[in-house]
C-alpha cells in the first residue's frame, strides 16, 4: 500500500489478503541477500512481508526498508519492519511488528495511530490485552523449536491456537517452527495467517515455496 493510506485501510488488507506472512532472516537464506529474498516472496505472491534485521545497523536499515518500501508499493502488498518505529515511519512503511522487549504498543499507537501494529504473545495474558494496549493483530508462538529464536526451550504448541484466540477478537498470526505439513492441523484450529521464517528463506526456490505455502493455506480456508 502507499504511505499514505489509513489503518482502517491496512488492516482491512491485512484480514482480507494475508494467508502465509513471510519474515525475512538474511543469515538462513543461503548466502541470498533480504532483498534476493523479497523478490521471491513477491513473485510468489505474498500480499505481506516482514524486514527483520537485527545486525544492520541504522542506515543500512533505513536504506534497505525504502527498498523494500518500493518494491511492496509496486506489488500491492503490505510492509511491516520488526521493532524499529523510527524505520518504519521513515521508509513510509504500514506497519511495526513489536516484541515483548521492544517499545510499548500503547507509546507506538499514541505516536503512529496509522501504522499496523502486530504485537508477540507467548502468555495468555500478553494475548488478552493485546487490544488494549493498541494491537492491530497479535501473534501467537512460537509454537515449535525454531532456529530464530535460540535459547528457548519451551513451546506453546498448535494447543495454544484456540485458547489464545478465545481471549481477543483481534485478527491473528501464528508463528515459530511451522513447516507445510503443519498447515492442516493449525488451519483445523482457527489459524490463517501463518508467518514463516525458515520455511520461506531456505528453499531452493522462494517464489515457488511461497506459492504452495499460498495454495496449501487456502485450499484449508472456508469459502466465503
Known sequence: M?????????????????????????????GRSDLDWLEGVLAGGARIVQLRDKEADGRRLLEKARIFRERTTA???????????????LAGADGVHLGNSDLPAAEVRRLAPELIIG????????????????????????????ETKGGLSAFLGPEAIPEFRALSDLPFTVMGGIKKEHIPAITALGARRLAVVTALTGAADIAAETREWIEAITARLPQA
Open 2 to 30: 502507499t504511505a499514505h493510506a489509513t489503518h482502517r485501510e491496512r488492516l482491512e488488507k491485512f484480514i482480507r489478503e494475508v494467508t502465509v506472512y513471510p519474515v525475512s532472516c538474511e543469515r538462513l537464506a543461503r
Open 119 to 146: 504485537v508477540s504473545c507467548n502468555s495468555r495474558e500478553q494475548a488478552a490485552t493485546a487490544k488494549a494496549r493498541g494491537a492491530s493483530y497479535f501473534n501467537i508462538g512460537p509454537l515449535f523449536a525454531t
Open 75 to 89: 506489488a500491492g502488498a503490505l510492509f511491516i519492519v520488526n521493532d524499529r518505529l523510527d524505520v518504519a515511519l
